[in-house]
């Protein structure tokens, strides 16, 4: 079998820069339930949670666009 018949379809590699863990919590089993059900509430993962309601509070705050993640 040649190799390109071995190989199964993946996700494309990234272009651009590299990316790095940004911020990292810590909480109670509590704290994380409700922040699951919050993203659930919004229909988004947590990340992208988290980064609309920094971009909210930021925006409130009259502090300037963050550039593309």
């Not at 109670?28 to 229909?43: I, M, N, S, V, Y």
Request: a positive charge; proline letters at 7%.
């Amino acid at each position: 079998m040649a190799d390109s018949e071995r190989k199964r379809p993946g996700r494309p590699k990234r272009t651009g820069p590299v990316r790095g863990t940004i911020v990292s919590l810590k909480g109670t089993t509590e704290w994380k339930a409700w922040l699951d059900g919050f993203a659930c509430h919004c229909r988004l993962g947590l990340a992208d949670t988290i980064e609309q309601s920094l971009l909210y509070y930021a925006k409130k705050r009259g502090h300037h666009s963050p550039p593309k993640r």
